[in-house]
Nanobody
Framework: QVQLVESGGGLVQAGGSLTLSCVAS????????VAWFRQTPGKEREFVAL????????EYLDSVKGRFTISRDNLKNTQYLFMENLKTEDTAIYYC????????????????WGRGTQVTVSS
């Protein structure tokens, strides 16, 4: 099982953009379907976006469609989440995830997780 490490979070004004990265080590990311989730205090972890093993199919949370883009670079063993036109409600800890067998919106499907990166959007 790979280990995942996120980076790229930070403080940004509403309307701005950020790109999150998630680097895999100890394994080959191309064997994994990948996803991003987010969580705010007191709430359950929320699905944001997923990308299948070949990158041929992506799904997004309705509220981020058209603003967020998930991608992967298997040669770099890295997945990305590009976020633009950020809103204050996007403030959360963002987690990347991966699984060799499953793909979907349920966080319980994923075997590998990063520790998260904080994204804060100010008004």
């Amino acid at each position: 099982q790979v280990q995942l490490v996120e980076s790229g979070g930070g403080l940004v004004q509403a309307g701005g953009s950020l790109t999150l990265s998630c680097v895999a080590s100890g394994g080959t990311l191309k064997s994994y379907a990948v996803a991003w989730f987010r969580q705010t205090p007191g709430k359950e972890r929320e699905f944001v976006a997923l990308l299948t093993w070949t990158g041929g199919s992506a799904e997004y949370l309705d509220s981020v469609k058209g603003r967020f883009t998930i991608s992967r670079d298997n040669l770099k063993n890295t997945q990305y989440l590009f976020m633009e036109n950020l809103k204050t409600e996007d403030t959360a800890i963002y987690y990347c995830a991966g699984d060799r067998v499953n793909v979907g919106r349920d966080p319980n499907l994923y075997e590998a997780w990063g520790r998260g990166t904080q994204v804060t959007v100010s008004s």
